[in-house]
């Protein structure tokens, strides 16, 4: 490792193995830079969200370790999204409580939804607005769980475009993590595909 | 209808602790329900009301002894985990049975008890004045603080635990304000005069408000309205006030309801 702070890891994972009453997944060891789309391939219970809530300070870690550099900020986005039955907030809103700048629009028909209230958005619509939120807003780390289950092709595309917009600003460093268990996505726009071998 | 008893100069503290109050519950009933957490409203007024006369069986002032109840009830709920609608429903009980007992076992309990569940807002005083107007300052000054961090809270839970935040202090900070809120409320307004002005405006205005600031506004102008409304009607056909205020609230709110589209239609794009 170098002396540069933009060179240095974002998040390095030691022989980490994680659970919760029990280690589900590990021994795995990864790290991730500034700049990478790392996705995380397994099958239904290899442990995929159990190695992002580690990461997220929401899981047991058993043995191994697992270093942040300092202050680094996390932007975290379940498999399902938070949905109440009555949600009277628009897009904007709900981007503004992700705090990501008000001049930030999003691509594609993305951006045709700001100005409706959430609850009256389609499940993939609601979905995409929420990865944009943990991709548009100055996190340097992004967590994504599963951003593709019951998205159509169509949005699956604009999925792919969303995660190909820029950080914030032009000097901010950012990695994304995600994780699902269609291997094709993460072939198409990932710059790695780590596999978890259950 | 007697039109000079709105000019009386006893009604004008009363009625300005009650406007503050109309103003202020609405906001943190939005919050409430955006938390699912109507019900512990219902289960801190209890509480507030349990306290309230508990406090005067030691000589203590209602309105201090209402606070201490519904803030203990909102500590418990905020550090001890004590949510949910089962949490609630055991707050509801544990007020409702120290409140009555206490009503039949102190002097002048009966009298207070009845007053409490009634909602007597005419015999409210400097005290109840002064308590509204702290709580309308503590809510003008942390709610533009507490706002962002409880919004971003409910929609990305995962949020503060995996930035290492100390989420726990902006929940704790709002659960106190809205034990203390309740608890004015039901000091001033009555048990279920205080509840009403929680629920239905916040309810109303998650039906109908095309954003956030809209809902706030909504829910703060509807309660205001249904405490205008049912000040007139109380005060001019002599009913008591809690259970008028209830039903303005609820004329207002199913008037709303019915008029309005149901905040359903997902898929609708």
């Known amino acids: ?198 | 209808m007697n039109w000079e008893i709105y000019a009386d100069p006893l009604f004008r503290l009363p009625f300005a602790a009650g406007l503050l109050i109309a103003g202020v519950l609405p906001v943190l009933g939005a919050l409430l329900m955006l938390r699912e957490e109507w019900l512990a409203a219902l289960g801190l007024a209890h509480l507030a009301a349990a306290g309230a006369l508990l406090g005067l069986a030691v000589g203590a002032p209602a309105m201090l002894g209402a606070s201490l109840g519904a803030l203990g009830g909102g500590a418990v709920k905020s550090l001890g985990g004590a949510r949910g609608n089962t949490a609630y429903g055991f707050m509801i009980l544990i007020g409702w049975s120290t409140l009555l007992l206490a009503a039949a076992n102190t002097s002048a309990g009966d009298a207070v008890g009845q007053a409490v569940m009634d909602g007597q807002l005419y015999f409210a005083g400097w005290t109840e004045l002064a308590a509204a107007v702290l709580l309308t300052g503590l809510a003008v000054t942390a709610l533009p603080r507490l706002m962002p961090q409880l919004l971003r809270a409910r929609f990305f839970p995962r949020h503060d635990t995996a930035n290492r935040l100390p989420g726990w202090r902006w929940h704790l900070g709002f659960d106190l304000l809205a034990a203390f809120g309740v608890a004015v409320g039901t000091a001033t307004l009555g048990l279920l005069g205080a509840f009403a002005l929680v629920l239905v405006p916040a309810w109303a205005a998650f039906r109908i408000a095309p954003g956030w600031a809209w809902t706030l506004w909504l829910a703060g102008f509807i309660g205001v309205a249904a405490y205008l409304a049912a000040f007139v009607l109380a005060l001019g056909l002599d009913q008591p006030f809690g259970p008028t205020l209830a039903a303005v609230c609820l004329a207002l709110g199913g008037l709303i309801g019915a008029l309005s589209r149901p905040a359903q239609g997902r898929g609708g794009a």
């Open chain 1, 1 to 198: 490792m170098n002396g540069n702070p933009a060179a240095a890891p974002l998040l390095r994972l030691e022989q980490v193995v994680a659970g919760y009453a029990a280690p589900v997944v590990g021994p795995i060891s990864c790290s991730i830079q500034a700049g990478d789309v790392l996705g995380l391939w397994g099958t239904n219970g290899s442990g995929k969200s159990t190695l992002l809530n580690a990461i997220a300070d929401a899981a047991r870690i058993f043995s191994g370790r697992i270093e942040r550099a300092p202050g680094l900020t996390l932007f975290y986005q379940e498999q399902r999204p938070v949905r109440l039955p009555a949600m009277p907030l628009t897009g904007r809103d709900l981007l503004r409580c992700a705090a990501v700048p008000a001049h930030r629009q999003p691509p594609g028909s993305l951006s045709h939804h700001l100005d409706r209230r959430i609850d009256r958005l389609s499940g993939g619509q609601y979905q995409l607005l929420c990865v944009w939120a943990a991709l548009a807003g100055s996190a340097e780390l992004v967590l994504l769980d599963e951003p593709t289950n019951n998205l159509d092709p169509e949005h699956e595309r604009l999925l792919a475009l969303l995660l190909a917009q820029p950080p914030a600003h032009r000097d901010d460093r950012r990695a994304v993590l995600l994780v699902s268990h269609e291997r094709a996505f993460l072939e198409s726009v990932c710059s790695r595909v780590l596999e978890l071998i259950q």
